[in-house]
């Protein structure tokens, strides 16, 4: 049974930072695409990051340079390190791994950016 479980969300100060993991079992972490989500009230879940399973890693053109992605593959965990917070990065983040037409999410983790 693959399961994601993402931590690291908060409340966050303008211009501060955070970094969410996202730990994966039941799966073989390695060969699988990672990505990170949001979404945030009232809008569609997107794309904010995502490392594909041999490093390569793409970003929403909103968090480009502010925003990075890493995986530990010995660990099964992914992480997302955000600096320079906006209140608009508010939202639920959600870990989502993806193999083809295999794809799976964790419950979400709530970054709220206020001050």
């Known amino acids: 049974q693959v399961q994601l479980v993402e931590s690291g969300g908060g409340l966050v100060q303008p211009g501060g930072s955070l970094r969410l993991s996202c730990a994966a079992s039941?799966?073989?972490?390695?060969?699988?695409?990672m990505g990170w989500y949001r979404q945030a009230p009232g809008k569609q879940r997107e794309l904010v990051a995502r490392i594909t399973s041999g490093g390569t890693a793409n970003y929403a053109d909103s968090v480009k340079g502010r925003s990075t992605i890493s995986r530990d593959d010995a660990k099964n965990t992914v992480y997302m390190q955000m600096d320079s917070l906006r209140p608009e990065d508010t939202a639920v983040y959600y870990c989502?791994?993806?193999?083809?037409?295999?794809?799976?999410w964790g419950q979400g983790t709530q970054v709220t950016v206020s001050s």
């Open positions: 989502n791994a993806a193999l083809v037409a295999l794809t799976a």
């Open positions: 039941g799966i073989i972490f390695s060969i699988y695409h």
